[in-house]
């Protein structure tokens, strides 16, 4: 049963580091889909300013930062417990 719930935690870290890097190599697009967010959400009537630059290297860090800790503890995890 530990083994089971190691790689499931393994693949979400994974699965981080996958959404790190799709959002990485798309960034433009990113940016861009998070500025025409902003702007339908204020009712597109005024241009918003947003900080989409760095909301997506601050999404990128914390997928890259979690998944870490997700890998760390399922190597880790059995040790410890």
Given at each position: ?81
């Amino acid at each position: 049963m530990w083994f089971i719930a190691a790689v499931a935690v393994a693949s979400v870290g994974i699965g981080l580091y996958a959404a790190a890097a799709l959002m990485w190599d798309r960034r433009a697009q990113v940016v861009a889909w998070w500025d025409r967010r902003a702007v339908r959400t204020a009712g597109g009537a005024t241009p918003v300013a947003t900080n989409g630059v760095r909301n997506l290297y601050l999404a990128v860090a914390l997928c890259v930062v979690l998944g870490t800790l997700m890998l760390i503890g399922c190597c880790a995890g059995p040790f410890v417990l």
